[in-house]
């Protein structure tokens, strides 16, 4: 089953990815666990298929972030910020707000 669905995620990334029309658009992958394993396992993906290049990628829900007293905080605390949880509208709203901070900083480097 894992074999599967690696080969419809690859399917898709490359559809995606190569797609002519889209070439101008910027792509987003999430990936979890949002931690430096998580990442590399996608990035690794992404470079098999020759498309690092074409494909930013996100934690899916972050690690807390730090609060002024070091404490850890959500983003958002209205989120549920559970990987296990079954809401998707939750990690779907998270991964919005990355990407509009990611936009909005991309767009600051490009001014």
């Known amino acids: 089953a894992a074999s ?12 995606v990815g190569f ?3 889209l070439s101008n658009v910027d792509k987003i992958l999430l ?4 931690n430096d394993h998580g990442r590399e396992i ?3 993906l992404l470079r098999s ?6 494909w930013h990628l996100m934690p899916m829900l972050p690690p807390p972030y730090k609060d002024e007293h070091d404490s850890p905080c959500s983003p958002c605390p209205v989120l549920n910020t559970d990987l296990l949880s079954s809401n998707l ?3 779907l709203a998270d991964a919005l707000i990355q990407a509009r901070n990611l936009f909005k900083m991309k767009h600051l480097d490009n001014s």
Request: charged share 20%; glycine share 4%; net charge negative.
């Open 4 to 15: 599967i669905a690696q080969a419809m995620l690859c399917d898709i990334l490359q559809q």
């Open 19 to 21: 797609c002519s029309p």
């Open 31 to 34: 990936y979890a666990p949002p």
């Open 42 to 44: 996608m990035l690794d």
């Open 49 to 54: 298929l020759h498309l690092e290049s074409k």
């Open 89 to 91: 509208g939750d990690k």
